[in-house]
């Protein structure tokens, strides 16, 4: 019997008539359907999460706590079995799912449930010492949430647990590329004993996208928006947001820089280089998409690097799957562009064809330079650019030379020059001696300039709540 994943409405599974092929990029083939929302599914989405905020608000934070926990232990339960649904859906490998998404995503959601309680408001010093002021924080109502496919149950999770922990109802949209993996987040809280409505999950057609988001957004029961995905597509929300006076959480794109400066362990850098750039075949917002090395000691790490990626990535395994062939043609079109205009391929074969078209083994170019699409475009696939520097000045001026701030990365031996150089760095987050790749709970995770603002993270539960200031007057009795 064929899989059908279902919309997620006030706590039933509702089927359309709509159908979403979902295809496995591993192999090309269709491996289930899913129902595609229709702006009435969307909007009764948002109606549902409308009626069950105020009695999901008013819930005392232990238990809204002991829901968070007990989800948690059902996703940790379901690590292998949800894990491989993301395999097959979004391409990524048992390690990349099972070893590290999902893991990470069950210590997220025992580390937002210990924060729950801590939502606290403040009694500030008045002028007038006979009055007294209250300062508190409420959430804001209706919450859209919208989350990409290339970390499934991470970015899943992150989108909409901050939100619900806070006092917030959310509506959930998913990817269509991976609905059933990402169904899981919606599944997982129903069956922990998350109330009908709290959270309520939908997914759609691409050519429907346009209506659905722009009637929810207008929707005068949704308060705010956190979008995680292409600074593209950041645009459009934002626009629609500011139209409609509705503030956002955006985690765009990237063009992650790695700086490996001359006093660095050139194994160290050249397997986080490796890593940071084609860990989940390049597909996550925070890949290093440029290595800025000084020239005194290119050489000798471009052979490190060499070294580190045939160790993790070999050339005698498979080649990495991307989540669809368009990702593969636009960085063939990258690296094309770039050779053509003089850069030098080190590392990999831009003309080799592979077993499907979704597949795309790793290639580092040298002498990227303005004029050339690399250097301005975010890859989101198996290449990496490398860029020779004299000096740490033109090494920092050369990593802030594009529209986009999320992460980066410094390799240094020495801990003063790493943060000196950090500080000039124009990204949400630096990573010395370690790669790009990096977020966990305890961290604020987001970006500078085109790769969006505010943040998930360690204060992530401020981000859903509004303060409302109340004031009376001391020793007041009713009826008095």
């Known amino acids: 019997m064929s899989i059908i994943v279902p919309l997620q409405i006030n706590g039933k599974e509702v089927h359309t008539s709509k159908l979403i092929d979902v295809t496995s990029p591993s192999t090309g083939k269709v491996i289930h359907k899913a129902s595609g929302a229709s702006v009435s599914e969307a909007l009764k989405a948002v109606e549902a999460a409308e009626s069950a905020f105020e009695s999901w608000a008013d819930l005392p934070p232990d238990q809204k706590r002991n829901i968070f926990l007990k989800a948690a232990d059902i996703l940790e ?14 391409g990524a490998t048992t390690l990349y799912a099972s070893g590290f998404d999902v893991p990470t995503a069950v210590n997220g959601l025992r580390d937002v449930a210990g924060k729950i309680s801590g939502i606290v408001g403040t009694v500030p010093a ?13 959430p804001y109502g209706v919450v859209l949430a919208i989350a990409p496919w290339n970390a499934t149950f991470i970015l899943g999770f992150r989108s909409v647990t901050y939100a619900i922990a806070a006092g917030n109802t959310v509506v959930f949209k998913v990817s269509e590329l991976a609905p059933r993996s990402m169904g899981v987040i919606g599944t997982v809280f129903r069956e922990a004993g ?45 626009k629609l947001a500011g139209e409609n006076l509705k503030p956002v959480l955006m985690e765009l794109g990237g063009k992650a820089p790695a700086i490996v400066l001359d006093d660095a362990d050139l194994a160290l850098a050249a397997q986080g280089c490796a890593l940071g750039a084609f860990m989940h075949s390049g597909q996550i917002c925070m890949s290093t998409d440029r290595i800025i090395v000084q020239k005194s000691i290119s050489g000798k790490f471009v052979e490190q690097l060499k070294g580190a990626i045939e160790a993790i990535f070999p050339s005698s395994g498979e080649a ?23 850069a030098e391929v080190i590392f990999g074969d831009i003309n080799a064809e592979e077993a499907a078209p979704e597949r795309m083994r790793p290639v580092v170019v040298k002498g990227v330079k303005k004029g050339m699409d690399m250097y301005y475009k975010e890859a989101f696939g198996p290449t990496v650019s490398l860029i020779e520097v004299e000096d740490e000045k033109e090494a920092i001026r050369i990593a802030n030379d594009t529209e986009y701030g999320l992460a980066s990365a410094v390799f240094t031996n020495d801990l003063a020059r790493g943060l000196r150089i950090a500080r000039k760095i124009e990204t949400g987050a630096v990573h010395i001696n370690a790669m790009s790749v990096h977020d966990e709970p305890s961290l604020p995770h987001g970006g500078v300039k085109a790769s969006g603002w505010g943040r998930f993270g360690t204060s992530g539960i401020e981000e859903w709540v509004n303060t409302k200031t109340i004031t009376f007057q001391n020793g007041f009795i009713a009826g008095k």
Do not use: C, Y
């Open 126 to 138: 008045l002028s007038d010492p006979s009055r007294t002021g209250l300062i508190m924080k409420e």
């Open 320 to 342: 990495l799957v991307m989540v669809s062939p368009a990702g593969v043609k636009k960085n063939k079109a990258l690296l094309k562009d770039a050779t053509s205009k003089g």
């Open 77 to 90: 339960r379901r690590t292998e079995e949800v894990g491989k649904w993301e395999e097959e859906e979004a």
């Open 194 to 238: 998350l109330p009908d409505g709290v959270l309520n999950v939908i997914q759609h057609h691409p050519e429907d996208a346009a209506e659905i988001t722009k009637k929810m957004i207008e929707h005068p029961a949704i308060k705010k928006i956190n979008f995680t995905g292409s600074t593209a597509v950041g645009r459009i929300i934002a």
